[in-house]
């Protein structure tokens, strides 16, 4: 029994450093990519589309079904991500660095992390959130710094009150605290439905940066958005009506 218990430990130790170094190491740093040559509002739109690599990972590796109500959602939310995209018109502007390229990272990154989520899922259901989360952040964050000290890039900064915050919002908020509610939701719903909240980022994260960044949205993208609230929307109500 003690031999048994120690093989699924080192196993799950294993596939914790494997979950870290694919959400830390690869999807968050294709993430980061993709801001940095593209657009913010872009991004989070196009992250937004996890729901459609959820529900088909969930399907091999879950072994999750999607009902009627579930694909209605999820195909009229995926036509409002399209039009978002293909509503862009600075594609080509020398504001950014390069589009194209931040819109390639970033469909790569809402792809490792869709996988992410559905691996994550049954080790929170065996260790909790918090272990989990907690584990697969350090070891990701280790390899991370390996690989950096590896390329010769520093990770010093300027130790002021402005990027002290920042480095705490970053860590604690939003790689702590957000990360362990959306888990949390997980537990409660399938991965595929939990993972369709996304779809309100677009809206929050395309407002956010029309406020701080000057991003401006074209009237398609607008069109796209209000499908994707409507997708929420209707599939929230269908789930309301079928509880009894």
Same mark, same amino acid.
């Given at each position: 029994?003690?031999?048994?218990?120690?093989?699924?430990?080192?196993?799950?130790?294993?596939?914790?450093?494997?979950?870290?170094?694919? &959400?830390?190491?690869?999807?968050? *740093?294709?993430?980061?990519?993709?801001?940095?040559?593209?657009?913010?509002?872009?991004?989070?739109?196009?992250?937004?589309?996890?729901?459609?690599?959820?529900?088909?990972?969930?399907?091999?590796?879950?072994?999750?079904?999607?009902?009627?109500?579930? *694909?209605? /959602?999820?195909?009229?939310?995926?036509?409002?991500?399209?039009?978002?995209?293909?509503?862009?018109?600075? *594609?080509?502007?020398?504001?950014?660095?390069?589009?194209?390229?931040?819109?390639?990272?970033?469909?790569?990154?809402?792809?490792?992390?869709?996988?992410?989520?559905?691996?994550?899922?049954?080790?929170? %259901?065996?260790?909790? &959130?918090?272990?989990? &989360?907690?584990?697969?952040?350090?070891?990701?964050?280790?390899?991370?710094?390996?690989?950096?000290?590896?390329?010769?890039?520093?990770?010093?900064?300027?130790?002021?009150?402005? &990027?002290?915050?920042?480095?705490?919002?970053?860590?604690?908020?939003?790689?702590?605290? %957000?990360?362990?509610?959306?888990?949390?939701?997980?537990?409660?719903?399938?991965?595929?439905?939990?993972?369709?909240?996304?779809?309100?980022?677009? %809206?929050?994260?395309?407002?956010?940066?029309?406020?701080?960044?000057?991003?401006?949205?074209?009237?398609?993208?607008? /069109?796209?958005?209000?499908?994707?609230?409507?997708? *929420?929307?209707?599939?929230?109500?269908?789930?309301?009506?079928?509880?009894?």
């Amino acid at each position: 029994m003690v031999q048994t218990k120690q093989r699924l430990s080192k196993s799950s130790l294993l596939k914790l450093s494997a979950l870290g170094f694919l &959400n830390v190491v690869i999807s968050m *740093l294709l993430l980061q990519f993709a801001i940095y040559y593209g657009k913010a509002s872009l991004t989070a739109i196009i992250v937004s589309m996890n729901p459609l690599f959820v529900s088909v990972f969930a399907i091999f590796f879950l072994k999750e079904k999607l009902n009627r109500i579930q *694909l209605i /959602s999820l195909f009229v939310g995926i036509a409002g991500l399209i039009l978002i995209i293909f509503g862009e018109g600075e *594609l080509y502007q020398h504001r950014y660095l390069n589009l194209p390229l931040g819109i390639l990272c970033a469909i790569l990154a809402c792809i490792t992390f869709a996988l992410y989520t559905v691996l994550t899922k049954r080790l929170i %259901a065996q260790h909790g &959130n918090l272990v989990t &989360n907690s584990f697969a952040f350090l070891i990701g964050g280790l390899l991370l710094s390996i690989i950096n000290f590896a390329l010769g890039k520093t990770m010093l900064f300027e130790a002021t009150l402005h &990027n002290l915050g920042i480095m705490l919002y970053l860590g604690a908020v939003i790689s702590g605290l %957000a990360y362990l509610l959306y888990f949390e939701a997980m537990k409660q719903l399938s991965a595929a439905t939990a993972s369709i909240y996304f779809f309100l980022k677009p %809206a929050l994260a395309s407002l956010l940066a029309y406020l701080f960044l000057s991003e401006h949205l074209q009237i398609l993208q607008i /069109s796209g958005i209000i499908l994707v609230m409507l997708a *929420l929307s209707r599939n929230l109500y269908f789930r309301r009506i079928s509880q009894p």
